[in-house]
């Protein structure tokens, strides 16, 4: 049971020191809140307007396969300066790691977490273009109008 002294007092500590700053904030802070003290402070840059939505889950997602993909060139930047002494096993973990990655990667960009954007539809022109048109009746030669014929170069 000894052993686990220093754990228990630790958490103790750990305890006592939350109480504390509770009780401490109650007895010290005045109870006066006024809409400035409450609102939200952003490096004193008054907030104009409420954002209009929440951040979507897909630039979670792509942090999260930044961060990852981070860890993986951290470790295997070791691998390629000692691969002769670490062998086939570290060679095939990193294959495994790498393929863990790859199927993240596919399954965020497959549900759409790289299309931030606003979505662009496709749009028909063909009801647009009628039988009559042709290339002579649409298309007007820009800047011919008052020039000569060009000359044959010589």
Do not use: H
Not at 13 to 21: C, R
Not at 85 to 99: D, H, K, M, P
Not at 108 to 119: E, K, S, T
């Amino acid at each position: 049971m000894g052993q686990y002294l220093a754990i228990v007092l630790l958490l103790g500590l750990g305890i006592l020191f939350a109480v504390g700053s509770f009780v401490t904030n109650k007895m010290v802070m005045k109870g006066r809140p006024t809409a400035a003290k409450v609102a939200p402070y952003e490096c004193g840059i008054v907030p104009a307007k409420e954002p209009p939505e929440r951040f979507g889950v897909g630039f979670y997602l792509v942090a999260m396969l930044f961060i990852i993909f981070d860890i993986e060139i951290v470790f295997l930047y070791p691998y390629v300066v000692a691969r002769g002494e670490l062998g086939a096993y570290a060679f095939f973990e990193v294959i495994a790691f790498s393929v863990v990655f790859f199927a993240a990667f596919v399954y965020v960009v497959a549900r759409g977490g790289l299309d931030w954007g606003p979505v662009r539809r496709l749009r028909r022109l063909s009801p647009a273009v009628s039988a009559e048109r042709t290339t002579t009746s649409t298309i007007r030669r820009v800047g011919l109008e008052g020039r000569d014929e060009p000359s044959e170069a010589a």
